[in-house]
Nanobody, 123 residues
Framework: QLQLVESGGGLVQPGGSLRLSCAAS????????VGWFRQAPGKEREAVLC????????MYTNSVKGRFTISRDNAKNTVYLQMNSLKPEDTAVYYC????????????????WGQGTQVTVSS
């Protein structure tokens, strides 16, 4: 059974760092495009970063430029979202999702999703 599990969220002070993990089971993650999305309270889910099956990386949210990076560890069948210099406006539930085609900013293009992990940036 295809499953994605996010982890690594939590409460962090402004300026701090977190690394989110998206671990896959039941399939080989490096054969798929993986997107990280986030949804803040009262807002729509938005695409943050994406890594294609050929390891092309695409950033969709300018506000994370220079602070967030996406990477893969194929041996662990996991994709990571490294988040540095966190700001209160980064507070959201973060989701990973997969699709078999190229990176996309559209939620409905991704067919399989994890359950999400909460990130709260607050002093």
């Amino acid at each position: 059974q295809l499953q994605l599990v996010e982890s690594g969220g939590g409460l962090v002070q402004p300026g701090g760092s977190l690394r989110l993990s998206c671990a896959a089971s039941g399939f080989t993650l490096d054969e798929y495009t993986v997107g990280w999305f986030r949804q803040a309270p009262g807002k729509e889910r938005e695409a943050v970063l994406c890594i294609s099956s050929s390891d092309t990386k695409t950033m969709y949210t300018n506000s994370v430029k220079g602070r967030f990076t996406i990477s893969r560890d194929n041996a662990k069948n996991t994709v990571y979202l490294q988040m540095n210099s966190l700001k209160p406006e980064d507070t959201a539930v973060y989701y990973c999702a997969v699709r078999s085609s190229y990176c996309s900013t559209y939620v409905h293009h991704f067919g399989s999703w994890g359950q999400g992990t909460q990130v709260t940036v607050s002093s």
